[in-house]
């Protein structure tokens, strides 16, 4: 009798447990994202950390029940609005680059191969920012369903890290064409160029295929919500990731342009003009990588370090949430910012914008243009065309 007590209590206990770890299964995979390992977390909390009149921008799948819900209407107001005027601008800049660049083909420098190959990134990206500027203006709601929320976070991550690594190639081409002009002649060929362009496009996106095969989305008091558009469900081995990702592009790009920096102060065969121009081009690039990807991976890092800390408070989770999804923003800003690097950085798009917008001036323009292409091949002999 005590023997079939003990059996029966032990069977109990482990009924108990299954049932605890299948009800924590069905819970995971429920709200999974990004390839992470989910936390652990309440039954209750999917029910009261969101609230259908206070909107949050993301179902936070590391909230306490703690932390009571915020009114955001104004925050989703802001961004949707930001989200429009990005697109807009980015929309007409890249098209009007890509329709330049592609009548060029057959005298495309390297560096514009990868400009162009820049802008078709910027594009693939661009055309979903008006569902991320409906996400917010429906006050955290995602009618668009699942295979658009992977997109969206796929096209994110691949126009992030395809812009970061074609800046890092223009910057490398610019540095051969400036201080080894003679030198990488026979290296700095436009095949080449589209042949490193699409094994870096294979490598993002490769890199970049898990998010379009875990599920993205999860309905919350009756709304859905897309959980990959800011990732806030932080995990500390997507540090890795970002690391691998940013540094590399990074510091490439930044020791190219300070080693052609510091060719230009020594002296170079480049006209007074030309240098201004060269400089003019590195502080745009640099700008663009202070402004749009620095803070991003900066407060993706410490939103990753913080946020699920247990000693952490409400109000620093709000704040570290707020500072992901601003950063996340700017990046969409890259695409908008770009454009200014073709015309700055491009003789032959700059022109062919010239002569598209002061048709009036054409006579003009032209002589111009061609006085400054002569100036070009007494000068230099491949530097010139890069800026």
């Known amino acids: 009798m005590p023997h079939r007590t003990y059996v029966i209590g032990w069977t109990a206990v482990l009924m108990a447990r299954v049932t605890r770890l299948l009800h924590h299964l069905a819970l995971s995979s429920a709200v999974l994202s990004e390839g992470e390992d989910p936390p652990e977390m309440k039954m209750e909390s999917t029910t009261t950390t969101y ?14 029940n703690s932390c009571a819900p915020v009114d955001n209407t104004v925050e989703n107001m802001v961004f949707g ?7 807009l601008l980015a929309l007409n800049g890249n098209a009007l680059a890509l329709w330049v660049f592609s009548r060029q083909r057959g005298t495309s420098s390297p560096a514009n191969v990868f400009l162009l190959h820049l802008a078709v990134a910027d594009l693939s990206y661009v055309i979903i920012l008006p569902l991320r500027a409906t996400y917010h203006l429906t006050g ?64 993002v996106v490769i890199s970049m295929a898990p998010l379009l095969v875990t599920r993205q989305t999860a309905k919350v008091e009756g709304m859905t919500v897309c959980l990959q558009l800011y990732r806030e469900k932080a995990s500390r081995k997507a540090l890795i990731s970002l690391a691998v ?19 230009l102060r020594r002296g170079s065969r480049l006209e007074p003009q030309l240098k201004l121009r060269a400089l003019r081009t590195i502080g745009l690039v640099m700008l663009i990588y202070v402004v749009c990807f620095l803070p991003y991976h900066a407060s993706r890092a410490t939103f990753i370090l913080g946020y699920a ?30 454009p200014l690097v073709y015309l700055f950085g ?40 890069e800026f």
């Not at 609005?81 to 697109?87: A, E």
């Open 140 to 203: 955290g709601h995602w009618p668009f369903g699942e295979v658009p929320c992977r997109l969206a976070g796929f096209l994110f991550y691949v126009n992030m890290y395809a812009s970061l690594y074609f800046l890092a190639c223009v910057a490398g081409d610019r540095y051969l064409a400036v201080v080894h002009a003679v030198r990488s002649l026979k290296v700095r060929r436009a095949r080449t160029a589209h042949i490193v362009s699409l094994l870096l496009w294979a490598l």
């Open 245 to 263: 990702a940013f540094t590399p592009p990074f510091l490439s790009t930044l020791s190219c342009y300070l080693l052609i920096i510091h060719s």
């Open 309 to 338: 800390h247990p000693d952490v408070s409400c109000q620093t989770r709000r704040g570290l949430s707020l500072a992901n999804r601003f950063t996340s923003s700017l990046t969409c800003l890259n695409g908008a910012l770009d």
């Open 81 to 87: 609005g930001y989200y429009i005027l990005v697109f």
């Open 51 to 64: 609230n259908q009149s206070m909107t949050p921008l993301l179902f936070n799948l590391s909230s306490t």
């Open 346 to 385: 491009a003789e032959k798009f700059r022109g062919t914008v010239k002569r598209l917008f002061c048709r009036d001036k054409a006579g003009g323009s032209g002589a111009t243009s061609g006085v400054e292409l002569k100036g070009t091949h007494e000068s230099s002999i491949s530097a010139k065309s």
